[in-house]
């Protein structure tokens, strides 16, 4: 489902079950009922969208997950034009957020974090769990779904201390118990995303910030090279998966990167494009699309791969204060590159 900048800005709403309407002008969405002790009143308050956006994610046929005014992973639908309801799917995990939150709808699971506590909801069973995977002085990373039908999750956690390696934890959603950790060489390798049943796309980071970029089966610890993998090895990029997902549509065989020449002065996004082998590679600077003086944030995909948005900065407001511009992308065939921006 392709939604609009309207429907889009409408989940910025987070209101405990209520029907929210959106302000023309969508900096900010008003609640329309607030309670006062026992009584409930026609009153209104203003959410700044900015604080609250991020945390949607894309749910079943018509509706988002998000999380509603006392921490509950909910539901999210609209109705007709500019209205939303917000309808808790299970009244967990109820404590402040960090503002991760990973869903996968085909498999009815949702998942959050709190400091170094992770939250897990499998809705299908019922059953939700918080816990560390860990505890440790490494980075935490959104954990990565390694096989639905069994139920794994790999937790990863990295470190930026000499002598120590990164390591991830498997555990067993399904089952509710922690099956061990992934057997990961001594060079720093920092899991992206799984691209097949076996193969995760890898990266090891250098002095120089660049990486090296290969597939990495879990199951047997092998790694692989492909014209895929060299030619993002090649870009020299300091990343390649935001957030695990949200740049990268896998079955359409497409990827937005970042690319940084600090030398050149060259700062651009870039489209990466492959066919099923991982061979006719191409790379496709989108820097033709974006005014002067203006410059694009971070990509995110619709969960059908053929619209995205992104934030566009650059621009000034009355006051000489920075504004940015929400902007669109279709990605079809039919356009140049397979991309055209509204």
């Known amino acids: 489902m392709a939604l609009s900048r309207r429907e889009f800005i409408k989940g910025v709403a987070i209101a405990a079950g209520a029907t929210v309407g959106i302000l023309g002008n969508f900096n900010f969405v008003r609640n329309l009922f607030a309670e006062t002790g026992r009584n409930s009143i026609i009153s209104s308050i203003d959410i700044p969208v900015s604080s609250f956006f991020w945390m949607l994610r894309a749910w079943k046929e018509g509706t988002l997950v998000t999380v509603d005014g006392r921490a509950r992973f909910s539901e999210m639908s609209f109705i007709g034009r500019n209205r939303v309801r917000i309808r808790s799917l299970v009244n967990f995990p109820q404590m402040p957020l960090d503002g991760i939150l990973s869903a996968y709808p085909e498999h009815d699971l949702i998942i959050s974090k709190s400091a170094r506590r992770f939250h897990v909801a499998y809705l299908a069973a019922g059953r939700t769990k918080s816990f560390v995977p860990y505890l440790t002085g490494h980075n935490e990373l959104i954990p990565i779904l390694l096989d639905a039908e069994e139920g794994l999750l790999a937790f990863q956690y990295l470190t930026n201390v000499r002598g120590r390696r990164n390591f991830t934890v498997v555990y067993n959603f399904k089952e509710d118990r922690i099956i061990g950790e992934l057997d990961e060489p001594e060079d720093d390798m920092r899991l992206e995303i799984l691209f097949n049943s076996e193969n995760l796309i890898a990266s090891t ?35 390649i998966i935001l957030y695990r997902h949200i740049n990268i549509n896998i079955q359409r065989r497409f990827l937005f990167v970042r690319f940084s020449d600090v030398r050149n002065r060259i700062f651009q996004w870039i489209k990466v494009t492959w066919d099923e082998e991982f061979t006719n590679v191409r790379t496709i600077p989108l820097n033709y699309l974006v005014p002067r003086d203006r410059w694009l944030n971070n990509f995110f995909l619709s969960r059908c791969g053929t ?36």
């Open 307 to 342: 619209w995205a948005t992104n934030l566009m900065s650059g621009y000034r407001g009355l006051r000489n204060e920075s504004l940015v511009k929400r902007v669109f992308f279709h990605l079809d065939g039919r356009y140049p590159n397979g991309i055209s921006m509204h």
């Open 205 to 239: 980071s250098h002095i120089s910030l660049s990486l090296d970029v290969y597939f990495y089966n879990w199951r047997t610890g092998e790694r692989t090279t492909n014209e895929l993998t060299k030619k993002i090895s090649e870009l020299g990029l300091r990343s």
